[in-house]
Every structure is written in structure tokens, then in C-alpha cells.
């Protein structure tokens, strides 16, 4: 186990060892599943009180990097979390961001259409007739005209979603969780009111017909099709979003 145990400075004590810690985690030096110090050894060590490596260890553990478990062959182990659950920090954290506005509907577009440009071609190749499947029946619900706006929204996502896992790279499948199943769905909801459904779900069949005939050129140009409706889709968002901003600044105030 290599810890860098030295450089700490007086100012935040116990967000500096908990980073000294992750970062032995992210760079190998403490391998998955391996038992930490305990309370009393890493105090000693980092010359600290012992609360100070408790608000340490809480901090890692809020990032899913340690656990804890008791008895007598107990402490504090290194995590090894599931794709599944790191996928969902991912997502979580991309969601965050898109709250606090860190992106630009411009360059989600953009993020977007690369990683499924990539998808789609791996698909081709990769494509399974479940998956093909699942897309058929999300291209038939998002032509029922009873859906709601929200569940257009989700079978949308779905809908990509399956198109990432049709690649079946699963390095790709996690590099796609950001914009997929956390930009994707903030977004749609922004842009839904400038949204055709026919023609969203006519580009989906052109891209499904593409996947279908193992035909990576179509499928790919479906895509961009689509991509381009929904650059053009974002425009629109934005500028009804800046001409509200325009309106509210212009209105008159009560003295």
C-alpha cells in the first residue's frame, strides 16, 4: 500500500487526506478490495486527530470509493463499484452540470452526434434482433399521438440508449452515459414544444432500416439527419428562452 502520507497543510485537513487516499485509489497504489489503515493507524500517520480521519474516510465514501464492514475480520476496503454503478455517478454529475447550465445545447448536440456516430457504425456490425426489437417498439409507441410529452421524451432516450448498447463496446456504452441518459433527457424537455413527433420517429425507422441491413453508411446518415433537425431544434429553444429573458427585463416595474 503506497499513501503519501507527507505535504499536508493546516487549512482543510480532512479534504486534503481524503484526496491523498483516492488518489493512491485511482493510480493503483491501493488495489480494489484491499484493507485500509485503521482510524488509529492513519492518524498516527497523517500526524492528525482521529476525527479528522473520520471526515476523511466520509468523504470518500460519499464517492463510493471505500466501504465499511464490521466484526472481526472488519475495516474500512477499498471499492470496486459495478459499471453499472459508475455509469450512474457519471450520469448523476452530467445532470448536475446541465442544472447549473455548464453546457451549451450547442455543444451537447455536437458531444452527441459524435458518440452516436460511432455508435451506429459499431452497430452495424454488433446489432442483435432483441435490439432491433426494442427499437421497433419504441418507433411504434413514439407514433401513438396519445403519449405524453414526457413519455415521448423517455422513449426517445430509450431509443438512443439501445442504439449505444447495439455497439456493444462496453467502453463506449460508459463514455455515452454522460450524454445519453443525463444531457439527452434535460435537453428534450427544453426542446419538446419545437419538436415533430413523425418526424422523429420516421428518422428513427430510416435509422432502424439502416442497423437492420447491416448498412453502416444509412444508419449513419440517418443520424445525422436527425442530429441536424435537432441542432436546428435547440436554435429555436434558445432563442424562445432569450426572447423571454428580453421580455422580463423589458417589462415595467412596481416602484
Known sequence: MAIDYQGLVTQGLARQISEKIRDA?????IQAHERLPTEEELAAKFNVS?????????????????????????????NQPSREEARLMVANAAKLLVSMGAFALSDIAEARQEIELICCRLAALHRTDE???AM????????????????????????????VEAAGNPALDFAAAGVIESLQPAVNMVIFRFRDRRKVAAQHERLYRGLKARDSDAACAALTDYMSALRRQYAKAQDA???????????????
Open 25 to 29: 485509489i485511482l493510480e493503483g497504489r
Open 50 to 78: 482521529r476525527p479528522t480521519i473520520r471526515e476523511a474516510l466520509k468523504r470518500l465514501a460519499a464517492q463510493n470509493l471505500i466501504r465499511s464492514r464490521r466484526g472481526p475480520t472488519g475495516g474500512t476496503f477499498v
Open 131 to 133: 435490439q432491433l426489437a
Open 136 to 163: 421497433v417498439r419504441e418507433i411504434e409507441q413514439q407514433r401513438d399521438s396519445s403519449l405524453t410529452d414526457e413519455d415521448f421524451c423517455a422513449s426517445d432516450v430509450r431509443f438512443h440508449r439501445t442504439l
Open 241 to 255: 428562452r432569450a426572447s423571454q429573458v428580453s421580455s422580463s427585463d423589458q417589462s415595467p416595474r412596481s416602484a
